[in-house]
């Protein structure tokens, strides 16, 4: 699972979270050694018609659908003549609009402290109390900022509580003056910088990379009912289908790994062929659901072809 791949000390946000284009070749290098990279197509028919994967299968895949995954990663999969999975949220593309999850990726990459973003959502929470029938600031700082293998709890925090725990409406007030403040004041333009575009994703596709279902605004499904969780899935569709992806067998990639059952039960209606999770595992696709298939983070395996194995490969090369 890729997000960021870029170089970063080039960059304008080189404390951004993300992947060295260096280390990048060089876990591609090891992930060639040992393992055997299949295509979607593989993973779909081994779903369907039972086909059999070779040894040490892995997959590749690509969420968010990051102008970054054009420019870096594509020419070099392409060249390797290897598939990417890519996953862009439909919205992002289509209306040059910054989704949530960057805005506070890009505010607290702005800061080498990140108290300035805590404090402020915390004085927004005791102002607007009153309005929104809301809780003292304290709870939800209790509430969100539980513990996580790749941020500290103050980071959780701020993720946690502008992602689901507050009500939407001042949850996005809260994050656009931060993005304003601490990052741009032209969403669409940042947007265009930071996003494939559908005719780059025609390019991928027509040169073999695969191209599914992030949802449409990269809301969590799971925190959505009836209506609005359909027309999550429905509209992401529709922008699957107008840059030539398949709608036959498309593969759903859960925005911030959020699923229940009524998420699955309406993939099973639409006809899923797979779903990508953030649990952190690895497949056995005999047995497991495959609307519920775990992925390995990039931090997960090392980032160089002569590094000694990781403990998820050795698990994979014993056996599972």
């Not at 910054?98 to 805005?103: W, Y």
């Not at 099973?268 to 953030?278: D, N």
């Not at 298939?293 to 990781?310: F, G, I, K, V, W």
Request: charged residues 30%; contains cysteine; proline residues 5%.
């Amino acid at each position: 699972m890729y997000h960021f791949v870029r170089d970063l000390e080039r960059s304008r946000y080189p404390r951004i979270k993300g992947l060295r284009l260096g280390d990048f070749r060089g876990q591609l290098e090891y992930v060639s050694r040992h393992y055997r990279l299949i295509r979607m197509e593989d993973l779909l028919a081994a779903v369907y018609e039972k086909a059999a994967l070779p040894p040490q299968a892995a997959l590749l895949t690509f969420d968010d659908g990051y102008r970054d995954h054009f420019d870096h990663v594509f020419p070099i999969l392409d060249d390797m003549n290897v598939q990417g999975s890519f996953f862009p949220p439909a919205r992002a593309v289509l209306e040059n609009h910054v989704l949530d999850v960057n805005k506070i990726h890009f505010v607290l990459a702005s800061l080498e402290d990140p108290s300035p973003v805590s404090d402020f959502i915390l004085r927004a929470i005791d102002e607007r109390r009153s309005e929104f029938d809301l809780r003292e600031s304290r709870y939800y700082f209790e509430m969100f900022s539980e513990a996580h293998r790749f941020d500290s709890p103050e980071v959780t925090f701020i993720k946690r509580v502008l992602q689901r725990g507050l009500p939407d409406p001042i949850r996005s007030d809260i994050l656009d003056e931060l993005f304003k403040r601490y990052v741009s004041s032209d969403e669409a333009a940042f947007a265009r910088e930071l996003y494939v575009d559908s005719d780059q994703l025609k390019c991928m596709l027509r040169h073999g990379m695969f191209v599914g279902s992030h949802g449409y605004s990269h809301r969590w499904l799971n925190y959505l009912e009836g209506r609005a969780m359909e027309d999550e899935v429905d509209l992401s569709l529709e922008f699957l289908e107008s840059v030539g992806a398949t709608r036959d067998r498309w593969v759903m990639c859960y925005p911030y790994g959020g699923y229940n059952e009524a998420v699955l039960a309406l993939l099973r209606k639409k006809s899923c062929g797979a779903g990508l999770t953030a649990d952190v595992g690895i497949s056995d696709i005999s047995v497991d659901d495959p609307l519920l298939l775990p992925r390995l983070d990039t931090n997960d395996l090392p980032r160089s072809m002569d590094s000694e194995l990781a403990e998820w490969t050795k698990t994979t090369r014993d056996g599972m």
